[in-house]
T-cell receptor, first 114, second 112 residues
Framework: SQKIEQNSEALNIQEGKTATLTCNYT??????LQWYRQDPGRGPVFLLL?????KEKRKERLKVTFDTTLKQSLFHITASQPADSATYLC?????????????FGRGTQLTVWP | DGGITQSPKYLFRKEGQNVTLSCEQN?????MYWYRQDPGQGLRLIYY???????QKGDIAEGYSVSREKKESFPLTVTSAQKNPTAFYLC???????????FGPGTRLTVT
């Protein structure tokens, strides 16, 4: 069965540094890979989507890479701020997936300290 | 204001009672989803639906039921058959041809 792993449950970094979160998967490569942000007690919010034929995607201070050979996506937040502290989830959507269903990783809790 | 709403935010029930969680969206989205989230766990899919009067079981459908009588609404019933119902429940929707999901604020259900 498909397995999705996100690096260490928690990541703590200093303000201004770049945070790098990892999403690894086994077996089949997804057609799309997404990243969501979730604050405590709230629903996830979509951040970025990258397609299987794309290597990199950027949005403001966010950057996502996708390596189908390594079966890995990296999510970077540059010039991190305390407001970036949250849990970040990766989600996979496979080709032919019924009704666009997503498979989520457990998330990485990021804390940015001043 | 377009969005997806869930009510109530907190819900308390006694063991053995059925309870229905509400999910409404005014985004004109076709697809709707119900997830369960436990501490330290990822989102697990309970049920999902593409059109009115049609829905599919997700990975953990046992002990749950849904209906889709209107495009805007996708209520979830947690039945007494669900062995461990205490959890955070999230509803989401997505537009046709769009792969990003929009989530509601969630309902935290506690069963004692």
């Amino acid at each position: 069965s498909q397995k999705i792993e996100q690096n260490s449950e928690a990541l703590n970094i200093q303000e201004g540094k770049t945070a790098t979160l990892t999403c690894n998967y086994t077996n089949y490569s997804p057609a799309y890979l997404q990243w969501y942000r979730q604050d405590p007690g709230r629903g996830p919010v979509f951040l970025l989507l990258i397609r299987e034929n794309e290597k990199e995607k950027r949005k403001e201070r966010l950057k996502v890479t996708f390596d189908t050979t390594l079966k890995q996506s990296l999510f970077h937040i540059t010039a991190s701020q305390p407001a970036d502290s949250a849990t970040y989830l990766c989600a996979l959507l496979f080709r032919g997936s019924t009704l666009g269903r997503l498979y989520f990783g457990r998330g990485t809790q990021l804390t940015v300290w001043p | 204001d377009g969005g997806i709403t869930q009510s109530p935010k907190y819900l308390f029930r006694k063991e053995g009672q059925n309870v229905t969680l509400s999910c409404e969206q005014n985004l004109n989205h076709d697809a709707m989803y119900w997830y369960r989230q436990d501490p330290g766990q990822g989102l697990r899919l309970i049920y999902y639906s593409q059109i009115v009067n049609d829905f599919q079981k997700g990975d953990i459908a046992e002990g749950y039921s849904v209906s889709r009588e209107k495009k805007e609404s996708f209520p979830l019933t947690v039945t007494s058959a669900q062995k461990n119902p205490t959890a955070f429940y999230l509803c989401a929707s997505a537009g046709t041809g769009s792969y990003e999901q929009y989530f509601g604020p969630g309902t935290r259900l506690t069963v004692t």
